[in-house]
């Protein structure tokens, strides 16, 4: 599958915005999605996920209450809804499609194997 995120920018702390991801390729309404970012200097880590059915949406920590995702997969788009941003979410952030269908696990980063190119989100003070 391949996937093309969109949607960063520049925001101010306290300021919304939703990023999406289309895919095309195979069948989008059979895996797993999930967003996960990279600030400069660190790993790829975990954002958010949830399963080829949009049920189970997972969340990491850092963004519980304050993230929402969400997939149309009459549109084969996931989206992530930011709000409250910080600048601590300052990253690049990335789109990933599970690599089996149906996936029921745990969300970790090597379970997924179809990642976008990444769209920017900074987030100013």
């Known amino acids: 599958v391949q996937l093309q995120a969109s949607g960063g920018g520049l925001v101010q702390a306290g300021g919304s915005l939703r990023l999406s991801c289309a895919a095309s390729?195979?069948?989008?309404?059979?895996?797993?999605m999930g967003w996960f970012r990279q600030a400069p200097g660190d790993e790829r880590k975990f954002v958010a996920a949830l399963l080829w059915s949009g049920a189970g949406p997972n969340y990491a920590d850092s963004v519980k209450g304050r993230f929402i995702i969400s997939r149309d997969n009459s549109k084969n788009t996931v989206y992530l809804q930011m709000n409250s941003l910080e600048p601590e979410d300052t990253a690049v952030y990335y789109c990933?499609?599970?690599?089996?269908?149906?996936?029921?696990?745990?969300?970790?980063?090597?379970?997924?194997?179809?990642w976008g190119q990444g769209t920017q989100l900074t987030v100013s003070s």
């Open positions: 390729g195979r069948s989008f309404s059979s895996y797993a």
């Open positions: 990933a499609a599970a690599r089996a269908p149906y996936y029921t696990g745990s969300f970790s980063l090597p379970d997924f194997g179809s």
